[in-house]
Nanobody
């Protein structure tokens, strides 16, 4: 079964760090662009970070610029999102997605790819 499964979310305090995982099954993440996105209640989905298929280009969305890093572990077929200095406004469901080619780090450019179901991150003040 082709799927992406996110994990690592939870309740943290403002200022804390958190690492999310996105594990693929049924297919390889090799040579695929990866994106992390988030959506808070009542808000549109927004970009958090993206990694190009060749792993040589990384993009941070405006929402968490300078506070995130994205990486890939080929052996575990998993992509990670490290988030630092978390704020209450970072509270959202975080979702990963794959696409054949990274046109931009915008959700609509991943609309035809594979999406996970997301993991909830809640940041208390």
């Amino acid at each position: 079964q082709v799927q992406l499964v996110e994990s690592g979310g939870g309740l943290v305090h403002a200022g804390d760090s958190l690492e999310l995982s996105c594990q693929a099954s049924g297919f390889s993440l090799e040579n695929l662009a990866i994106g992390w996105f988030r959506q808070a209640p009542g808000k549109e989905r927004e970009s958090v970070a993206c990694l190009s298929a060749s792993d040589d280009s990384r993009f941070d969305g405006d929402s968490m610029k300078g506070r995130v890093s994205i990486s890939k572990d080929r052996g575990k077929n998993t992509v990670y999102l490290r988030m630092n200095r978390l704020k209450p406004e970072d509270t959202a469901i975080y979702v990963c997605a794959t696409e054949l080619y990274l046109q931009s780090c915008a959700p609509h450019d991943f609309r035809l790819g594979t999406w996970g179901r997301g993991t909830q991150v809640t940041v208390s003040s």
